[in-house]
């Protein structure tokens, strides 16, 4: 069990360009979350996958994001055109779940976007 | 919707004493979970203790407790014996127990804006 991984850890770019962060759950977990946290808030929900499938978005989620997670595995999540107002901590979580059980989300170290 | 507050924005402790950091919650639903997670300087979140609201026990775990008081909606984290290692921001969470037709929405956690500890030596 190596933990959920998220790269880049840092990424600093200029208003108006596409960023893209990767995260890989912990492997076997077949459900992954992305949270944002920016600074005195806690992590707030933006989507959900359960294998490939994207089930839930978050209003926070607007046109300019997008989030992939092919074949079930790792997680992409894009977000074209960035403004100072994406500058955040994007934080990614997996778990196992199944029907009626419980199971903990695991994080990771988070992406820390800043935007110029 | 439900939310989570965190009434106490920062809270320090000597070091081997006890602290306790407050949580209230609103919500209609009747089964749900709590949780209390940890979010040391620049390290990734990890969860530090869970209630399920259908058990009346509180949780321990370690030098970890809490007072689960569900008619008030209070979920309070009392830390015994504190350490230095204990020093780190600390986030109360709520989630949905509720099975639904997508199994979406049900899974994600709502956060309250945290409590920074600090642990004096």
């Known amino acids: 069990d190596t933990g959920v991984s998220q790269n880049p850890r840092h990424k600093i770019t200029k208003r108006g360009q596409n960023v893209t962060f990767r995260c890989d759950p912990i492997s076997e977990h077949n459900r992954l979350y992305w949270y944002r946290q920016t600074l005195g808030q806690g992590p707030e929900f933006l989507t959900y996958?359960?294998?490939?499938?994207?089930?839930?978005k978050s209003r926070l989620l607007s046109d300019r994001f997008s989030a992939e997670r092919p074949k079930g595995s790792f997680s992409t999540l894009e977000i074209q055109r960035t403004e100072q107002g994406d500058s955040a901590m994007y934080l990614c979580a997996s778990s196992f779940g199944r029907q009626g059980w419980f199971y903990t989300q695991y994080f990771g170290p988070g992406t820390r976007l800043t935007v110029l | 919707a439900q939310t989570v507050t965190q009434s106490q924005p920062e809270m320090s402790v000597q070091e081997a004493e006890t602290v306790t950091l407050s949580c209230t919650y609103d919500t209609s639903e009747s089964d749900y979970y709590l949780f209390w997670y940890k979010q040391p300087p620049s390290r990734q979140m990890i969860l530090v203790i869970r209630q399920e609201a259908y058990k009346q026990q509180n949780a321990t775990e370690n030098r970890f407790s809490v007072n689960f008081q569900k008619a008030a909606k209070s979920f309070s984290l009392k830390i015994s014996d504190s350490q230095l290692g204990d020093a780190a921001m600390y986030f109360c969470a709520y989630r949905s127990a509720r099975i639904g037709n997508s199994g979406g929405s049900n899974y994600k956690l709502t956060f309250g804006k945290g409590t920074l500890l600090t642990v004096n030596p």
């Open positions: 996958f359960q294998n490939e499938a994207q089930l839930e």
